[in-house]
């Protein structure tokens, strides 16, 4: 048993909380920091570890025109396309006008892009840009070096920066609609703790472990979006989730990212072939000699309607073929990354590896204004956590420049809304949530496989082709396990309990798939990433945004008309 | 024909105590990992198994330390085999639980 002063609540004070230190956290700290803000940047795995970010193999997307000549306009006019109609154009504005000094900013921090000879940062062409735009650090590895390049930043501020790793924040605090701090639990003891702060940024990162094929890791439960939502904010586009046309399948590989293939296919041209052979994105549009050029919606779009015709590889997805590609250009382009697919037993001049999609990415999330507030005084949200800047389908690339760019403009925000705050900390509206961390339930052996069982209905019921019938018996599940997992999380707190991990996770994942199942039951249309079976068709009628709120345990889903962008003359 | 199995032989502890060998069978497929051997006991036997880990499969977030017969391995990079598999704790880091210990900076810790 643990001794009570082992698991007697913490108590910590800051003045800017950062939930989340992926790529938009930890920019959001360094931000803060730099106008010298107090901040406390927390994250339920280790820093800068934990999500997306460091998992990223590819490349980020700006107009840094250092390949061709580039605007930002075009790169804003490609973001605007991609998300067919439903973009904030305002956000978008942000993060591609600021996009190309945060990659300079990397440079400085001797990230180590990708260069020519002559010294020009090297840019690559990805799916949906209409030109080479995206900067890369070989070899796969843009993800890793700007999560180090960032958390070497963070050291050199350790007199404003504090960073607490194994921190799980489960509830925000509130009074009058104003955020107050948060309240978690640290995963090492199990010990309540709670953190009051002049001004908290939710920084999360996105929901793909909701789904059965992901590309997430664990930590990726929409956990910003259920606790935005629980504390009076509110949420946009949630029917609109990325699945990655041509995640790995088989042969099993390990030590790989799942999305490893797209490079592969944009540097290389790799081949997408049905079990008889064909090429068969060009019966869905694409022209045999334009590229790779088929956005991701159209090409998950393919891949499925061929495994639905029956054309589908042996493990349920399609075959990807390098085998027309020698293997001196192959080792050229991607080097060990050669080695590491041989002690995987694979070698792509002899043989086809099967591909099918998965879930990567979350376009909706929390609304925000352009000044990244939410609908929550002094709560501000960053990166994949917020909605909006990519409407119906995001572009290859633009995540790690989203993250990076809102990371750094909320915490400039927030810094300058503390300036004006004291803290205010009430004991009386932490107290649900702290009893929550603090209590004690029956031990069960059913949450991890709950868990399994709610990303398999996900990805039956919700995945990327949806009808009314299915997202109707998605909603009822959804709905009995939530009387299934009670209030009381399992068990007592105590160092790593898992079980007790999974029930928190649980109750955000619940709460998260049915803003994404009830989003997509109220869109009678096909845009994007979102397709209707019983409503193939796209309706311009429904050229608006979802804006979802709680009240009390109802959803309430309205309509808002699409923001425009009022260009300053 | 009987489907062949991975034991995988699990170090289990709080702080404190004197560790306790579990036994696990999973179904063995070739091409996983003991990773994915121990998140399917979680799944189906056990979830209070603790163990580390973020990315999973991506070889990226360098949680997943742990020894496994006796060498310092990730766990999502090595691969399952049909056989026994003592799996423990690194010995250099403090315990927190099972497959867990300390493997956080100092300065990233609270409290
Ligand atoms: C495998 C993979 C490859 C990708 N490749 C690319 C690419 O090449 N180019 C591109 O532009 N985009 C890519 N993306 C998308 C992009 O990486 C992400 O959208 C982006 O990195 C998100 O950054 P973030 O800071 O918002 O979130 P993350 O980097 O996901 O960070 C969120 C952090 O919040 C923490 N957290 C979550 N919940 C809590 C909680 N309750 N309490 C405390 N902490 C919490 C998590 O542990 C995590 O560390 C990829 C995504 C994946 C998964
Ligand atoms: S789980 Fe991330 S490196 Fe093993």
Known sequence: ?569 | MTRPVAILLIERALPGQTPRTERFEVPFDPGQSVLDGVRLIRATADPGLAIRYSCINANACKECMLRVDGKVVYACMRRLEPREMRVQPLANKALIRDLVTEIAPPDERIG
């Not at chain 1, 803060?32 to 193999?57: H, N, S």
């Not at chain 1, 735009?133 to 700007?146: I, K, Q, S």
């Not at chain 1, 920084?203 to 890791?217: D, F, K």
Request: glycine share 10%; charged share 20%; aromatic share 6%.
């Open chain 1, 1 to 569: 048993m643990p001794s009570p002063t082992e698991t007697a609540p913490l108590h910590l004070q800051t003045d800017i909380l950062v939930i989340g230190a992926g790529g938009a956290g930890m920019m959001a700290a360094l931000a803060a920091a730099g106008q010298g803000a107090r901040v406390l940047l927390v994250d339920r795995a280790l820093i800068g570890r934990g999500g997306a970010t460091v998992m990223a193999q590819m490349t980020v997307a700006v107009a840094l025109g250092s390949e061709l000549p580039d605007s930002i306009a075009a790169h804003f006019n490609d973001t605007i396309a991609a998300g067919r109609g439903l973009c904030d154009p305002r956000l978008a504005d942000i993060v591609t006008r600021d996009g190309p000094a945060a990659i300079e900013q990397l440079d400085a921090w001797h990230v180590g892009w990708a260069r020519h000879p002559d010294g020009r940062i090297r840019q690559a062409h990805a799916p949906g840009h209409d030109k080479a735009r995206c900067v890369y650090v070989d070899f796969l590895n843009t993800g890793p070096a700007v999560s180090k390049t960032l958390r070497a930043q963070l050291q050199r501020h350790e007199n404003l920066i504090t960073r607490a790793g194994d921190l799980m924040i489960t509830d925000l605090v509130t009074a009058d609609n104003a955020a107050l701090g948060a309240v978690g639990f640290a995963l090492s003891d199990g010990r309540p703790v709670s953190i009051a702060a002049k001004a908290t940024i939710i920084a999360t990162g996105g929901l793909t472990r909701l789904y059965r094929r992901n590309s997430a890791s664990l930590n990726m439960s929409g956990d910003g979006y259920a606790l935005a939502l629980r504390a009076g904010a509110k949420l946009i586009d949630m029917e609109f989730v990325q699945f990655f046309p041509i995640g790995h399948l088989a042969p099993r590989m390990i030590g790989m990212d799942p999305i490893m293939w797209d490079p592969f296919r944009y540097k290389l041209g790799g081949r997408l072939l049905n079990s008889e052979g064909r090429a068969f994105l060009a019966d869905y549009g694409e022209s045999a000699d334009a590229g790779y050029v088929t956005t991701r919606d159209q090409a998950t779009f393919a891949i499925l309607k061929e495994v639905e015709a029956g054309r589908g590889s042996p493990a349920g997805g399609a075959w990807l073929s390098f085998r027309h590609i020698p293997e001196e250009e192959l080792r050229a382009a991607f080097g060990p990354v050669i080695e590491r697919l041989a002690a995987n037993g694979i070698d792509l001049t002899q043989q086809d590896i099967e591909v099918a999609p998965i879930a990567h990415y979350h376009m909706g999330g929390i609304q925000v204004t352009p000044g990244l507030l939410t609908a929550v005084d002094d709560l501000f949200a960053a990166g994949e956590a917020i909605g909006g800047s990519n409407g119906a389908n995001r572009l290859s690339g633009n995540a790690i420049t989203e993250a990076l760019v809102f990371g750094e403009h909320t915490g400039r925000a927030a810094a300058a809304r503390a300036a004006t705050r004291q803290v205010r900390w009430s004991d009386a509206a932490a107290a649900a949530a702290l009893a929550r961390v603090a209590a004690t339930g029956p031990a069960r052996a059913d949450i991890a496989a709950l868990v399994v069982e709610l990303q398999a209905l996900m990805a039956d019921k919700v995945g990327p082709f949806r009808n009314e019938a299915g997202l109707r018996e998605a909603l009822a599940r959804i709905g009995t396990m939530r009387e299934q997992i009670g209030d009381t999380p399992p068990g007592q707190p105590g160092p790593y309990d898992m079980a007790r991990i999974d029930w928190f996770d649980l109750r955000t994942m619940l709460l998260v798939a049915q803003t994404v199942a009830s989003a997509a039951l109220s869109r009678t249309e096909s845009r994007g990433a979102h397709q209707r079976e019983d409503f193939p068709a796209m309706d311009q009628d429904w050229t608006v945004n979802q804006v979802i709120s709680l009240h009390g345990d109802e959803l309430e889903i309205v309509t808002a008309p699409v923001p425009v962008l009022e260009r300053a003359a």
